[in-house]
Protein backbone atom coordinates (compact mmCIF):
# COMPACT_ATOMS: atom_id res chain seq x y z
CA UNK A 1 0.00 0.00 0.00
CA UNK A 2 2.75 2.34 0.59
CA UNK A 3 3.04 5.49 2.80
CA UNK A 4 -0.29 6.73 2.26
CA UNK A 5 -4.15 5.39 1.25
CA UNK A 6 -6.43 6.89 -1.83
CA UNK A 7 -9.28 6.07 -2.21
CA UNK A 8 -13.21 7.53 -2.66
CA UNK A 9 -16.46 7.99 -0.64
CA UNK A 10 -19.94 7.76 -1.14
CA UNK A 11 -23.24 9.73 0.77
CA UNK A 12 -25.05 7.37 -1.86
CA UNK A 13 -27.41 10.13 -2.62
CA UNK A 14 -30.09 9.54 -5.40
CA UNK A 15 -30.37 12.77 -6.98
CA UNK A 16 -31.74 13.74 -10.20
CA UNK A 17 -29.39 14.83 -13.34
CA UNK A 18 -30.07 18.76 -13.58
CA UNK A 19 -29.10 18.72 -17.09
CA UNK A 20 -30.92 15.11 -18.42
CA UNK A 21 -33.86 15.46 -15.88
CA UNK A 22 -32.95 11.35 -14.96
CA UNK A 23 -33.42 10.29 -11.78
CA UNK A 24 -32.03 6.64 -11.25
CA UNK A 25 -33.86 4.03 -9.54
CA UNK A 26 -32.63 2.47 -5.89
CA UNK A 27 -31.87 -0.76 -7.92
CA UNK A 28 -29.75 1.46 -10.46
CA UNK A 29 -27.88 3.57 -8.04
CA UNK A 30 -26.84 0.13 -5.64
CA UNK A 31 -25.74 -1.40 -8.99
CA UNK A 32 -23.99 1.37 -9.90
CA UNK A 33 -21.98 1.94 -6.64
CA UNK A 34 -20.92 -1.41 -7.21
CA UNK A 35 -19.37 -0.84 -10.01
CA UNK A 36 -18.09 2.48 -9.28
CA UNK A 37 -15.86 0.93 -6.34
CA UNK A 38 -15.04 -1.96 -8.64
CA UNK A 39 -13.48 0.41 -10.99
CA UNK A 40 -11.95 1.93 -7.97
CA UNK A 41 -9.58 -0.87 -7.42
CA UNK A 42 -9.05 -1.29 -11.15
CA UNK A 43 -7.93 2.07 -11.71
CA UNK A 44 -5.45 1.47 -8.37
CA UNK A 45 -7.25 3.36 -5.98
CA UNK A 46 -6.70 1.90 -1.98
CA UNK A 47 -10.02 2.37 -0.80
CA UNK A 48 -13.92 2.31 -1.02
CA UNK A 49 -15.92 3.81 1.66
CA UNK A 50 -19.62 4.12 2.26
CA UNK A 51 -22.13 6.23 4.29
CA UNK A 52 -24.59 5.01 6.04
CA UNK A 53 -28.11 7.00 5.86
CA UNK A 54 -31.42 5.82 6.30
CA UNK A 55 -33.57 8.40 4.60
CA UNK A 56 -34.49 9.28 1.10
CA UNK A 57 -33.11 10.74 -1.22
CA UNK A 58 -30.19 8.12 0.15
CA UNK A 59 -29.80 4.53 -0.54
CA UNK A 60 -26.88 3.35 1.83
CA UNK A 61 -28.89 2.13 4.85
CA UNK A 62 -26.68 -0.84 5.06
CA UNK A 63 -22.82 -0.28 4.22
CA UNK A 64 -22.07 -3.39 5.74
CA UNK A 65 -24.74 -5.08 3.44
CA UNK A 66 -22.52 -3.58 0.36
CA UNK A 67 -19.12 -4.39 1.51
CA UNK A 68 -19.73 -7.57 2.04
CA UNK A 69 -20.79 -7.62 -1.45
CA UNK A 70 -17.96 -6.19 -2.54
CA UNK A 71 -15.16 -8.04 -0.36
CA UNK A 72 -16.53 -11.01 -2.95
CA UNK A 73 -16.18 -8.50 -6.20
CA UNK A 74 -12.48 -7.01 -5.48
CA UNK A 75 -9.48 -8.32 -4.38
CA UNK A 76 -6.85 -5.35 -2.96
CA UNK A 77 -9.52 -2.53 -2.49
CA UNK A 78 -10.12 -1.57 1.63
CA UNK A 79 -13.42 -1.50 2.16
CA UNK A 80 -14.41 1.01 4.82
CA UNK A 81 -17.39 3.30 5.59
CA UNK A 82 -17.66 7.11 5.52
CA UNK A 83 -20.01 6.70 8.43
CA UNK A 84 -21.14 4.11 10.08
CA UNK A 85 -23.64 5.63 13.23
CA UNK A 86 -22.29 4.77 16.48
CA UNK A 87 -25.04 7.01 18.03
CA UNK A 88 -28.18 5.41 16.47
CA UNK A 89 -26.74 1.39 16.15
CA UNK A 90 -26.40 -1.27 18.68
CA UNK A 91 -22.58 -1.57 19.61
CA UNK A 92 -23.36 -5.48 19.99
CA UNK A 93 -24.96 -5.46 16.14
CA UNK A 94 -21.79 -3.40 15.02
CA UNK A 95 -19.18 -5.41 16.61
CA UNK A 96 -20.84 -8.49 14.86
CA UNK A 97 -21.22 -7.06 11.45
CA UNK A 98 -17.77 -5.85 11.24
CA UNK A 99 -16.19 -8.93 12.59
CA UNK A 100 -17.90 -10.85 10.64
CA UNK A 101 -16.85 -8.38 7.28
CA UNK A 102 -13.50 -8.76 8.50
CA UNK A 103 -13.56 -12.40 7.77
CA UNK A 104 -15.11 -12.05 4.74
CA UNK A 105 -12.52 -9.49 3.31
CA UNK A 106 -9.73 -10.85 4.70
CA UNK A 107 -8.97 -8.09 6.69
CA UNK A 108 -9.58 -5.64 3.80
CA UNK A 109 -12.10 -3.45 5.98
CA UNK A 110 -12.28 -0.48 8.48
CA UNK A 111 -14.80 1.77 9.57
CA UNK A 112 -15.21 5.07 10.27
CA UNK A 113 -17.80 6.17 13.15
CA UNK A 114 -19.84 9.14 13.26
CA UNK A 115 -23.09 11.10 14.64
CA UNK A 116 -24.38 11.71 11.19
CA UNK A 117 -26.34 15.06 10.89
CA UNK A 118 -29.85 14.48 10.18
CA UNK A 119 -31.67 14.96 13.42
CA UNK A 120 -35.09 12.76 12.48
CA UNK A 121 -32.87 9.49 12.56
CA UNK A 122 -32.52 9.34 16.48
CA UNK A 123 -36.23 8.91 16.95
CA UNK A 124 -36.69 6.15 14.36
CA UNK A 125 -33.99 3.83 16.17
CA UNK A 126 -35.41 4.94 19.80
CA UNK A 127 -32.47 7.39 20.43
CA UNK A 128 -32.67 11.07 21.61
CA UNK A 129 -30.35 13.83 19.66
CA UNK A 130 -29.56 15.84 22.69
CA UNK A 131 -27.58 12.99 23.79
CA UNK A 132 -25.61 12.67 20.49
CA UNK A 133 -22.07 13.25 22.10
CA UNK A 134 -22.90 10.72 25.25
CA UNK A 135 -24.46 8.20 22.96
CA UNK A 136 -21.28 8.32 20.62
CA UNK A 137 -18.91 8.18 23.62
CA UNK A 138 -20.89 5.14 25.76
CA UNK A 139 -21.57 3.40 22.56
CA UNK A 140 -17.93 3.43 21.40
CA UNK A 141 -16.76 2.45 24.70
CA UNK A 142 -18.49 -1.10 24.36
CA UNK A 143 -18.00 -1.15 21.16
CA UNK A 144 -14.38 -1.83 21.78
CA UNK A 145 -14.37 -3.74 24.82
CA UNK A 146 -16.81 -6.24 22.75
CA UNK A 147 -13.74 -6.91 20.45
CA UNK A 148 -11.37 -7.11 22.90
CA UNK A 149 -12.45 -9.06 25.62
CA UNK A 150 -13.81 -12.46 25.37
CA UNK A 151 -16.60 -11.80 27.76
CA UNK A 152 -18.00 -9.16 28.53
CA UNK A 153 -19.87 -7.75 31.99
CA UNK A 154 -21.24 -4.19 31.39
CA UNK A 155 -23.92 -1.68 32.18
CA UNK A 156 -24.75 1.98 31.02
CA UNK A 157 -27.50 4.57 30.55
CA UNK A 158 -28.30 3.74 26.75
CA UNK A 159 -28.94 -0.23 26.37
CA UNK A 160 -29.75 -3.34 28.33
CA UNK A 161 -26.49 -4.36 30.64
CA UNK A 162 -24.64 -7.12 29.16
CA UNK A 163 -23.43 -10.60 31.59
CA UNK A 164 -20.67 -12.42 30.55
CA UNK A 165 -21.75 -11.77 26.74
CA UNK A 166 -19.14 -13.02 23.65
CA UNK A 167 -19.78 -11.05 20.71
CA UNK A 168 -19.48 -13.47 17.42
CA UNK A 169 -17.24 -14.15 15.56
CA UNK A 170 -14.39 -12.75 17.37
CA UNK A 171 -12.18 -10.53 15.23
CA UNK A 172 -10.02 -11.61 12.83
CA UNK A 173 -6.60 -13.11 14.27
CA UNK A 174 -7.45 -11.44 17.21
CA UNK A 175 -6.84 -7.51 15.81
CA UNK A 176 -10.29 -5.17 16.20
CA UNK A 177 -11.13 -3.18 13.38
CA UNK A 178 -9.02 -0.14 12.94
CA UNK A 179 -11.76 2.24 13.57
CA UNK A 180 -11.62 6.20 12.16
CA UNK A 181 -13.94 8.66 13.79
CA UNK A 182 -15.57 11.17 11.61
CA UNK A 183 -16.20 14.31 12.26
CA UNK A 184 -16.85 17.96 10.68
CA UNK A 185 -17.47 20.06 14.29
CA UNK A 186 -17.42 18.46 17.01
CA UNK A 187 -14.22 18.76 19.51
CA UNK A 188 -15.58 15.97 21.56
CA UNK A 189 -15.32 13.04 18.92
CA UNK A 190 -11.62 14.61 17.81
CA UNK A 191 -10.80 14.26 21.36
CA UNK A 192 -12.41 10.28 21.74
CA UNK A 193 -10.38 9.58 18.81
CA UNK A 194 -7.21 10.85 20.80
CA UNK A 195 -8.10 8.83 23.80
CA UNK A 196 -8.28 5.48 22.30
CA UNK A 197 -5.55 6.10 19.58
CA UNK A 198 -7.46 5.76 17.20
CA UNK A 199 -8.00 7.16 13.44
CA UNK A 200 -9.34 10.92 12.84
CA UNK A 201 -10.60 11.34 9.48
CA UNK A 202 -12.09 15.21 8.85
CA UNK A 203 -14.79 15.66 6.56
CA UNK A 204 -13.04 18.33 4.35
CA UNK A 205 -15.53 19.59 2.34
CA UNK A 206 -17.79 21.88 3.97
CA UNK A 207 -15.62 23.91 5.84
CA UNK A 208 -12.43 26.06 4.95
CA UNK A 209 -8.51 24.82 5.61
CA UNK A 210 -8.31 26.66 8.62
CA UNK A 211 -11.35 24.57 9.90
CA UNK A 212 -9.87 21.17 9.28
CA UNK A 213 -6.13 21.89 10.74
CA UNK A 214 -7.90 23.39 13.88
CA UNK A 215 -10.01 20.27 14.40
CA UNK A 216 -6.52 18.37 13.14
CA UNK A 217 -3.96 19.87 15.27
CA UNK A 218 -6.59 19.34 18.43
CA UNK A 219 -6.54 15.86 17.83
CA UNK A 220 -2.68 15.62 17.45
CA UNK A 221 -1.63 17.17 20.70
CA UNK A 222 -4.31 15.15 22.33
CA UNK A 223 -3.23 11.92 20.70
CA UNK A 224 0.40 12.95 21.94
CA UNK A 225 -1.15 13.74 25.36
CA UNK A 226 -2.98 10.21 25.57
CA UNK A 227 0.65 8.98 25.25
CA UNK A 228 -0.08 7.55 21.76
CA UNK A 229 3.02 8.48 20.54
CA UNK A 230 4.05 12.38 19.02
CA UNK A 231 1.54 14.55 17.61
CA UNK A 232 3.39 13.80 14.01
CA UNK A 233 2.35 9.79 14.93
CA UNK A 234 -1.22 10.53 14.78
CA UNK A 235 -3.67 8.65 12.00
CA UNK A 236 -5.30 11.78 10.03
CA UNK A 237 -7.51 11.04 7.10
CA UNK A 238 -8.91 13.60 4.91
CA UNK A 239 -11.93 14.06 2.60
CA UNK A 240 -12.66 16.16 -0.55
CA UNK A 241 -14.04 16.72 -3.24
CA UNK A 242 -12.73 17.51 -7.04
CA UNK A 243 -14.00 17.63 -10.50
CA UNK A 244 -11.63 16.98 -13.54
CA UNK A 245 -11.21 17.37 -17.35
CA UNK A 246 -8.11 18.07 -19.26
CA UNK A 247 -8.56 21.73 -19.28
CA UNK A 248 -9.75 23.42 -16.61
CA UNK A 249 -12.84 26.10 -18.38
CA UNK A 250 -14.47 22.69 -19.43
CA UNK A 251 -14.39 21.12 -16.03
CA UNK A 252 -16.02 24.39 -14.85
CA UNK A 253 -18.65 24.34 -17.00
CA UNK A 254 -19.49 20.68 -17.13
CA UNK A 255 -19.80 20.29 -13.21
CA UNK A 256 -21.71 24.05 -12.80
CA UNK A 257 -24.99 22.48 -13.23
CA UNK A 258 -24.72 19.78 -10.87
CA UNK A 259 -23.22 21.88 -8.19
CA UNK A 260 -25.56 24.52 -8.40
CA UNK A 261 -28.42 21.58 -7.96
CA UNK A 262 -26.61 19.72 -5.00
CA UNK A 263 -29.15 18.18 -2.67
CA UNK A 264 -25.60 18.53 -0.31
CA UNK A 265 -24.84 22.40 -1.16
CA UNK A 266 -26.55 23.32 -4.06
CA UNK A 267 -28.76 26.69 -4.23
CA UNK A 268 -25.95 28.48 -1.65
CA UNK A 269 -22.76 30.02 -2.59
CA UNK A 270 -21.59 30.12 -5.93
CA UNK A 271 -19.27 27.41 -7.26
CA UNK A 272 -16.51 30.01 -7.53
CA UNK A 273 -16.81 31.31 -4.16
CA UNK A 274 -17.36 27.49 -2.58
CA UNK A 275 -13.76 26.60 -4.45
CA UNK A 276 -11.88 29.75 -3.21
CA UNK A 277 -12.75 29.22 0.50
CA UNK A 278 -13.34 25.17 0.73
CA UNK A 279 -10.86 22.54 -0.77
CA UNK A 280 -13.10 21.25 -3.49
CA UNK A 281 -11.34 21.84 -6.85
CA UNK A 282 -12.93 21.79 -10.33
CA UNK A 283 -10.57 22.37 -13.11
CA UNK A 284 -7.50 20.25 -14.43
CA UNK A 285 -5.11 17.19 -13.03
CA UNK A 286 -2.48 19.49 -12.22
CA UNK A 287 -4.92 22.11 -10.38
CA UNK A 288 -5.94 18.77 -8.38
CA UNK A 289 -2.50 17.73 -7.73
CA UNK A 290 -1.32 20.90 -6.51
CA UNK A 291 -4.50 21.50 -4.20
CA UNK A 292 -4.46 17.99 -2.74
CA UNK A 293 -0.43 18.62 -1.75
CA UNK A 294 -1.39 21.62 -0.53
CA UNK A 295 -3.38 19.82 2.39
CA UNK A 296 -0.03 18.93 4.35
CA UNK A 297 0.82 22.37 4.91
CA UNK A 298 -2.21 22.50 7.04
CA UNK A 299 -2.64 18.98 8.85
CA UNK A 300 0.97 18.01 8.10
CA UNK A 301 1.44 14.99 6.61
CA UNK A 302 -1.24 12.19 6.89
CA UNK A 303 -2.72 8.40 6.13
CA UNK A 304 -5.05 8.74 4.10
CA UNK A 305 -7.23 11.18 1.43
CA UNK A 306 -10.84 10.06 0.22
CA UNK A 307 -12.48 12.31 -2.36
CA UNK A 308 -16.48 12.32 -3.14
CA UNK A 309 -16.78 11.65 -6.43
CA UNK A 310 -20.71 10.06 -7.39
CA UNK A 311 -22.79 12.38 -6.33
CA UNK A 312 -25.21 15.70 -7.52
CA UNK A 313 -26.74 12.73 -9.99
CA UNK A 314 -23.48 12.97 -11.98
CA UNK A 315 -24.30 9.80 -14.47
CA UNK A 316 -22.44 7.03 -14.41
CA UNK A 317 -20.34 7.05 -17.05
CA UNK A 318 -18.81 10.92 -16.06
CA UNK A 319 -17.94 9.65 -12.43
CA UNK A 320 -16.10 6.23 -14.33
CA UNK A 321 -14.49 8.93 -16.66
CA UNK A 322 -12.96 11.32 -12.89
CA UNK A 323 -11.97 7.83 -11.34
CA UNK A 324 -10.07 7.10 -14.88
CA UNK A 325 -8.26 10.41 -14.30
CA UNK A 326 -7.76 10.04 -10.71
CA UNK A 327 -5.81 6.69 -11.10
CA UNK A 328 -4.89 7.12 -14.53
CA UNK A 329 -3.15 10.74 -13.52
CA UNK A 330 -3.69 12.31 -9.84
CA UNK A 331 -2.87 9.88 -8.06
CA UNK A 332 0.50 8.32 -9.35
CA UNK A 333 2.02 11.78 -9.24
CA UNK A 334 0.56 12.39 -5.21
CA UNK A 335 1.61 8.80 -3.82
CA UNK A 336 5.59 10.11 -5.34
CA UNK A 337 5.41 13.73 -3.88
CA UNK A 338 3.69 12.38 -1.15
CA UNK A 339 6.53 10.01 0.10
CA UNK A 340 9.38 13.30 -0.91
CA UNK A 341 9.93 14.54 2.30
CA UNK A 342 7.75 12.42 4.31
CA UNK A 343 9.42 12.17 8.18
CA UNK A 344 10.71 8.64 9.19
CA UNK A 345 8.33 8.92 12.53
CA UNK A 346 5.43 9.27 10.49
CA UNK A 347 3.34 5.87 10.43
CA UNK A 348 1.75 4.33 7.01
CA UNK A 349 -1.92 4.07 6.95
CA UNK A 350 -3.00 1.38 8.93
CA UNK A 351 -3.41 -1.97 7.56
CA UNK A 352 -4.85 -5.21 9.15
CA UNK A 353 -1.44 -7.28 8.32
CA UNK A 354 0.56 -4.72 10.07
CA UNK A 355 -1.52 -4.59 12.71
CA UNK A 356 -1.84 -8.23 13.13
CA UNK A 357 2.39 -7.81 12.69
CA UNK A 358 2.68 -4.90 15.53
CA UNK A 359 0.35 -7.43 17.78
CA UNK A 360 2.85 -10.37 17.65
CA UNK A 361 5.42 -8.12 18.84
CA UNK A 362 3.68 -6.86 21.87
CA UNK A 363 2.41 -10.05 23.12
CA UNK A 364 6.04 -11.51 22.12
CA UNK A 365 7.17 -8.68 24.30
CA UNK A 366 4.87 -9.33 26.99
CA UNK A 367 5.46 -12.95 27.04
CA UNK A 368 9.40 -12.05 27.61
CA UNK A 369 8.57 -9.30 30.43
CA UNK A 370 6.68 -12.09 32.41
CA UNK A 371 9.57 -14.63 31.72
CA UNK A 372 12.03 -12.38 33.35
Do not use: C
Not at 104 to 129: A, C, H, K, Q
Not at 222 to 233: D, L
Not at 343 to 362: C, I, L, N, S, Y
Amino acid sequence: MGQMQFGIFSVGDITTDPTTGHTPTDASRIKDIVTIAQHAEAVGLDVFAMGEHHNPPFFPSSPVAINSWLAAKTERLVLSTATTLITTNDPVRLAEDYAMLQHLSDGRMDLTLGRGNTGPVYPWFGEDIRQGIPLALEKYALLRRLWREDFVDWSGQFRTPLQGFQSTPRPLDGVPPFVWHGSIRSPEIAEQAAYYGDGFFANHIFWPGSHTAKMVNFYRQRFEHHGHGTAAQAIVGLGGQVFMRKNSQDAVKEFRPYFDNAPVYGHGPSLEEFTSQTPLTVGSPQEVIDRTLGFRDYVGDYQRQLWLMDHAGLPLKTVLEQLDILGGEVVPVLREEFAKNRPAEVPDAPTHDARKAEAAVQAAAEKAEVAS
